[in-house]
Structures are given as C-alpha cells and as structure tokens.
C-alpha cells in the first residue's frame, strides 16, 4: 500500500485546482515549504465550512485538512499525491438530516466504537518521504508569524519526544507510514501550550492518537485495536473508547453519560462515534435528497459526534463570563449576558469569581491570554464542595426553586418574549406536539385590530387545555400586561411562564441572525415573509430590536431564559427541560422530542395574509458595515481605569455616557449619497452586496486607534477582510474588499459618540483622515485598543 502514482487521488487535486480557480469561495489552498525538505512544496486544501452541510456535496472529498505534493513527471501531465488526509467532515446529532437518531438507524450499521472526544487541536502526522515525517495542524504546517510557537511545531516537539523515550528514529516512523501510506492523527493536549475547557493532568498531557486514515481520496480509516497498537508501539497516549452494537445503545450509552456528568471519573466534552455506511443507505427513505439520505457511499468509514452541554457548557460559561468581568472592569453580574446566567452554579460562580478578583487581580493578570482559567475553576470547585460553597448554592436554590405544585395555579400560559426570526412558534409547535398543549398564533388573526381578538382566543383554549401557549412576540410591556389582565380573574390563579430569548447582544449581531432566518424559512410565514430584492423583513426586524422593552422580574411567574444563538434542536430542549421542572411533568423521551422538532420544520401555515412592506426611500442615504460590537464594554474599562487617561478625558467619557451618546448601532460608512457621483462604482457594488438573494458575504476587521477631541470621539477600522469561517459568499467579498479605494480605506472608522446634537457625526470623518494623515492639532488624543479586539458585520444600506 506503500505511495505511488495513483490517478484516482491526482484527478481529485486536479480537481481542486479547478474549482479554487472557478469558485474560490468553495475551495482555497496555501503552499508551504516542508520544514524537514525544503525542496518540496505541500499544498493545504481548506474548504468553506458552511459547504459541508450541502447535498449534493459541492466538494470532490469530504476531508477536513488534506495536504497534497506535485509528483516530478517527464510526461508533461499533472501527477499529485495526496500526503496527509483528516476524517471526512462528521456533525453532531441534529445537526444535518443524516445525523438524526432514525436517520442514523436507517443508513448505519454495528460495530458502534463510541471514542472519547479530546479537549484540544488536532494534528496530522504522515510521511513526507520514505524516511521524512511531516508534522501539521488541521490546515497549516511550520511557524506562524506573529506566534512564538504553532501547533503544527508543538504536536512534533511531542513526537520527537515520543521517538526519543522508544529508541526510535523519523526514519523509522516515516517508513512504516509511507509503507501503510498512513496519516496518524492525534489530538494535541497540553494546558502549558494551550488551555482550553477541560484541563488534562500531566499523565494524559500530550498527543492522544485516534485515528489512522489512508492517506487517499475515499474515506477509510483503521479500528480502534489498530489505532491501539499504534499508539503503544510508538509511545502516544490512547484515546479511550467502548463498542456497542446498535444506535439503540449508543443513545443508551451516551444518555448515561450525559446524566452523570462524566465517564471513568471524568468531565466529558463528548463522544465521536465510528460506524460505516450501509448497503444500500438510507433504505426506506423516499426521494434522491429526502430527509436523512447520506451524502456517504455504501460501505463507507462513517463517523459522527455526540456532544453534550454539561459540564463542558458549564464550564465554558465560566471561563466567558470571567473575560467579560475582567475586560469590562464594572464587577457587577448584571452586566453579563443573561444567556450565560442560566444555571445556578453558574450565579453562584460569578459571585465567587468577583470576590476573587477584588482580592487578588493579580492572580487573573494572564486570565483573558488563556493562562489560568483551569487553575481558576479547579479551586471554585474546591470551594464549592466545602460548606460554604454548598450553602451559597443552597440559597440559589431556594430563590429559585420550581414553581409547580401546590401552589394554587390552576392553568398556565406560556408566553414568548422574542422578536421575529428567534425562533418562538417552531419552538411553540414543537412544544404543542410534545406536551399536547394548547396553542394560538397571533399572526393567524387577520382583522385589523389583531390584539383582542388573540386574548380572547387564548382565553377561549384555556377552557379545554391546562396549559396554553400565546405565540406573539409579546416583547412590549403592553403585551404581558394584556396578558396578565384577561387571565386575572380566572380562578384558580393562571400562571404565566416565560420563554425568554433577551437581546443581550450586540444590536447588528441580533439583526444578523434573526434576518438570515427570516430570509432562509421563505415565504414559510403569515405576514412576514424573505424579501429578497429590498430586504423589507430587515427594516421590521430593526424595529423590533430598538423598541423591545425588557422583560421585568414581576412580569410573569416563571422564566424559562432561551438562547438566540442556539439551533432549534436545543431550544426546544431548553424548553422541555425548564417546563419540566416548573410544572413537574413528566420528561419526554428522545423520540417525542425528535416527532416535535420535526413537526416544527415541517410547518408552513396554511393561510398567509398579504404582506403590508415597509415604505422605502428611494435609495439609501448611505452603504455601511454594521460591526457586531458592545462600544460600552469595550472602552468603559480602558477610560476610566486607564493608568495613561487624564482625569479631563475620564470626565468627558462619563459626560458622553450619562448623556447617552454612546452609539448604540454603531456603522462603519462605505460611501455615502454625498459623495455621488465621484464613488458611483463604489456605490454600484455596495448595492449589489445589499440587493443579493443568497446570504451576503460577513466581513471582518481590526479596532485599530480611539481619537478624539473635545467634540467627537471615533475608533479606527484596520485590515479590513472577508469573515470565511461565516461567509458563504467568500469570492464576492474578496472582490468587493479588493477594489477598496486607498481613499475609502483610510477613513474606515466607527463614529463612537458626538459631544451633543449640535455636532454633525460626520467630524469624526475628518478627525479620523486628518489624524492618519498627521494633520493634528494639540486638542486630539489617540490610542491604540490593546489586546486586539476583532469585529465581523455585513454591509447594509441605511436610511437615517
């Protein structure tokens, strides 16, 4: 098996070359001189993440991270080899169609090798020659600039290091890779090079193997016992697995596990599970593209994950909600997400982690640098396991303790507090099929005045179901206390419960989101449908954000806090497991939980009325980036605690942010109508982005310089760049971000905030070019944001 030429694996990198050329949104690839042969170049193939989940595959392979060389030929024709090949890109459950539990059962078959999901970065170890070996991370080999040491150059100081305990040479491994044609991959775990959420003890610190793949197109990788073998003949560390022989018991299995909270006496992040395709897949589903069909050939190496939230999630949310105290500086926990406050030793956490950080700030000097967050939460867990930490958290359970039984409700009402795009009525009516709750749209109601007649039909179900859900919107005060007035004098009590998803993000970032959304479910909607030409549905959904009003403690009875951010598969489980515990249900089975989430996808409603758009100029006043940014939560900290701020610009920041000047959408301007016709190329190309029917491309960029004076403060966009890690549409945002003027380039800034209404925003422009250009009086100050604070936003045109 030993590398040769093999044309099969040469057609496949002939075709990656073509299609990088053709579409180069689809497909990229970087070169790179090996470190061990300098006189050989290897090619690192890196497909668009978001490609993945297409069927049919717009991608030749599968693999992600597959590295390649140019075969010397006298044949004058192409000859390639394929070096080192990763798994086939695999997903968690739900996360495609072909992951779901029946979907798995339909195309999947035993042995079932469930392996334990290591905490860190992979590494891809193959031979280069036959007695040369080549050391990468996932898509890169050799130094990185501006890292002292990369990933690719830690995970071979730990082979060498192996090679050396064994009395072995990179010859010797390099041969019986290149003899088997063999890619090893291992996961590289070591806190002091890298910490990420699971710590791991110095016994298990360095490469745990899992995998050895053909180095070739298809997709086929050696059992567990092989991988084994391996790993004690040449001194890496195993990576745990257990075999089962049915879905059924992978399910059961991982459940279990789920439950406890660990496996052998250890967090768990989750599990990869190892399977192969059937023959024929996806028997007894209909259609060349139905629901569940695997894009995998029969008889194929299958893989996929089973990943689970606690304690991994837990653990995660620390760790955030640390950065953000420590980079905002207030120390108070109403100033963190509410999505991240969720679980109780999570509130618990955050007043221990405060209290730490008074005492002892300089213990978190290197927290926000990834230094110290394992140590951080190993010695709260200590903490939490004495009789201190165990009554703190028996007082968060008892402010918070379940609602139900025995205390006089009678009915419920379960309420959404969203905006459109969060998700409310697919989680609504797969809460409906779930539980077999009552359920009323308010978008169902096409009269005029649509808001009595809906309180009546909620009233009106409350007479045949315990338990109803008022699917509106119901972000205004207005709403609940309509709500809480028809319900009042039903006896006994009515409860109202809450399904909270708060705007705790940055306004551009929710607007992304919820309109992406609102433009992929179509014309799946009563009122407000995609529009693909003006992006109508965006102006409604901007109107939801500025004048949603928050959800106060005395609103309701219970809050169930749900996530803008999660798929639907999660939010309903968010749901399920909140009503369960406020109305002591019984919990629903998997399987019950699968029928409601695919009831809700399924959903399209029968009757749709006419759509009222907004009225729109006739043009936008203006083309802008919209970053994705908290002004307040970055600068608040570095102004008034910053040792090199003088007291009269700590007073001016305070006088900006108690008169409310601080940008609350804040926008990086593109080219603005004024401007016309001197930038109608420019122009021309901003409305293009805007007026695209696929999702535009998201682009990226550096906070360069805050520069102010005494009238305006902005800060510096730098490098500006496409998002590929988000974008679909990487080759148009390469074009537009290529024919960037240097002109427009350099005045690239976000307006932070204006003394007062008497001063136009448009100063900050030219404090912005003048300040770059060095044409400054003594009045301006500048400094340059540390650590380096990235921001990714779309363009959009704005009309006020």
Not at 354 to 366: L, N, R, T
Request: proline letters at 6%; hydrophobic letters at 35%.
């Amino acid at each position: 098996m030993a590398p040769s030429f093999n044309k099969k694996d040469s057609a496949l990198v002939m075709e990656l070359h073509a299609l990088s050329k053709r579409a180069g949104k689809l497909v990229k690839s970087s070169v790179y001189q090996a470190p061990s042969v300098p006189e050989i170049v290897v090619r690192s193939w890196k497909m668009n993440e978001f490609k993945y989940y297409d069927i049919p595959s717009p991608f030749p392979t599968l693999a992600r991270g597959l590295f390649t060389v140019e075969l010397p030929t006298d044949e004058g024709e192409d000859r390639y080899r394929i070096v080192a090949r990763g798994y086939d890109k695999f997903f968690n459950i739900g996360e495609v169609p072909w992951t779901t539990w029946p979907a798995l059962e339909a195309h999947t078959a035993a042995p079932y090798t469930l392996s334990l999901k290591s905490n860190g970065c992979i590494i891809f170890i193959a031979a280069l020659t036959q007695d040369k070996i080549l050391v990468t991370s996932k898509h890169s080999l050799g130094p990185v600039s501006g890292v002292p040491i990369s990933h690719a150059e830690a995970g071979e100081r730990w082979l060498r290091k192996y090679l050396e305990q064994k009395g072995r040479t990179e010859a010797d491994l390099a041969g019986v890779l290149w003899e088997n044609n063999w890619t090893a991959i291992a996961e590289l775990c070591d806190d002091s090079f890298e910490e990420h959420v699971l710590g791991y003890p110095p016994e298990k610190t360095g490469l745990h193997l899992h995998g050895l793949n053909v180095s070739t197109k298809d997709f086929v990788t050696m059992p567990h016992e092989q991988v084994d073998a391996f790993a004690d003949e040449w001194g890496f560390i195993k990576t745990p697995t257990h075999t089962v022989s049915s879905i059924a018991e992978v399910r059961e299995f991982t459940d279990a596990v789920s439950s406890a909270g660990e496996w052998n006496g250890e967090a768990v992040e989750g599990f990869v599970v190892r399977t192969h395709v059937t023959e024929p897949p996806t028997e007894g589903l209909k259609g060349n593209i139905a629901p569940g069909r695997s894009p995998y050939a029969p008889g194929s190496s299958f893989f996929f994950k089973v990943k689970f939230d606690e304690p991994y999630m837990m653990y995660r949310d620390w760790r955030e909600v640390t950065k953000s105290l420590l980079s905002n500086g207030t120390m108070k926990a109403a100033s963190l997400p509410k999505s991240k406050m969720k679980r109780k030793e999570t509130r618990v956490y955050v007043n221990w982690v405060i209290s730490e950080i008074k005492k002892d700030p300089d213990a978190f000097k290197e927290y926000t640098k990834g230094k110290g967050i394992i140590a951080t939460r190993e010695r709260f867990l200590n903490w939490l396991g004495a009789e201190e930490g165990k009554k703190a958290l028996g007082n968060e359970d008892d402010e918070r303790k379940p609602v139900g039984g025995g205390n006089g409700f009678g009915k419920t009402v379960i309420l959404p507090i969203a905006i459109p795009g969060c998700g409310k009525t697919a989680v609504a009516i797969a809460l409906a099929k779930i539980f077999g709750f009552g359920h009323t749209q308010s978008d169902d109601v096409s009269v005029k005045k649509s808001a009595p007649v809906f309180l009546k039909n909620v009233v009106s179900l409350l007479q045949n179901y315990d338990v109803v859900i008022a699917d509106k919107n119901n972000h205004l005060r207005q709403h609940r206390q309509g709500l809480r007035g028809i319900t009042a004098n039903i006896s006994p009590p009515v409860r109202l419960i809450a399904l909270n998803w708060a705007l705790d993000k940055p306004p551009a970032f929710v607007h992304r989101i919820c309109g992406d959304r609102v433009l992929q479910r179509g014309e799946r909607h009563q009122t407000l449908r995609a529009d693909a030409d003006d992006k109508s549905h965006e102006d409604v959904i901007w109107k939801f954000i500025t004048s949603t009003e928050e959800l106060a403690d005395a609103e309701v009875d219970a809050t169930i806090e749900m996530d803008l951010e999660e798929t639907l598969e999660e939010s309903v489980c968010r749901a399920v497991d909140g009503l369960v515990r406020i109305l002591g249900l019984p919990k629903p089975t998997p399987k019950e939980i699968d029928s409601g989430v695919k009831k809700a996808r399924e959903y399209d409603p029968d009757v749709k009325q006419v759509e009222q758009k907004v009225k729109k100029q006739t043009r936008p006043r203006y083309f802008a980036l919209l970053p994705e940014v908290d002004l307040l939560e970055i600068l608040d900290k570095r102004f008034l605690k910053g040792l090199d701020i003088s007291q009269e610009t700590k007073d001016f920041w305070k006088q900006l942010k108690d008169n409310k000047r601080i940008s609350s959408r804040p926008h990086v301007t593109i080219v603005h109508e004024k401007s016309l016709p001197g930038e109608i190329e420019l122009w021309d190309r901003c409305t293009s982005l805007q007026q695209m029917t696929s999702l535009p491309p998201l682009f990226k960029g550096k906070l360069g310089s805050v520069v102010w004076n005494h009238r305006v403060m902005a800060v510096t966009l730098e490098d500006l760049i496409v998002d590929e890690a988000q974008s679909t549409q990487c080759q148009t945002g390469h074009e537009f971000v290529a024919k960037l003027p240097h002109e427009v380039r350099v005045r690239l800034h976000i307006t932070i905030a204006t003394k007062d209404n008497s001063v136009p925003p448009v100063e900050a422009k030219k404090l912005v070019e003048g300040w770059r250009e060095g044409i400054v009086d003594k009045e301006v100050n500048a400094f340059k944001l540390s650590p380096v604070v990235m921001v990714t936003g779309r363009v959009k045109g704005l009309y006020n």
